[in-house]
């Protein structure tokens, strides 16, 4: 599976913005997908999955205020950003995974390229 993350840039504290990544190659919708971040200094973290069954699981620090979701036709992740802060400032991976911890980087065997959302305060 190749990814490619867009859809990143600068945002004001409260704002909002959606990423894409899109997926070819192997069929997208048999894989779990993912999106970690990465902050500067700071290891990469889970952010959100999706299932290939559709189920959703999300990071405490981003629940309520992102969503993740795919579209299998397409074959495109999204992760819609809302009530962005500056702890989200963070180059953003999408990830594809044909099983195991959904929040384990190393349960994923795809990787996009990242996207760098930077939030201003």
């Known amino acids: 599976v190749q990814l490619q993350a867009s859809g990143g840039g600068l945002v004001q504290a409260g704002g909002s913005l959606r990423l894409s990544c899109a997926a070819s190659?192997?069929?997208?919708?048999?894989?779990?997908m993912g999106w970690f971040r990465q902050a500067p200094g700071k290891e990469r973290e889970f952010v959100a999955v999706v299932g290939w069954s559709g189920i959703k699981f999300y990071a405490d620090s981003v629940k309520g205020r992102f969503t993740i979701s795919r579209d299998n036709g397409k074959n495109i992740l999204y992760l819609q950003m809302n009530s962005l802060n500056a702890e989200d400032t963070a180059v953003y991976y999408c990830a594809a995974a044909r099983g195991g911890s959904y929040s384990d980087t190393q349960s994923y065997d795809y990787w996009g390229q990242g996207t760098l959302v930077t939030v201003s305060s």
């Open positions: 190659g192997r069929t997208f919708s048999n894989y779990n």
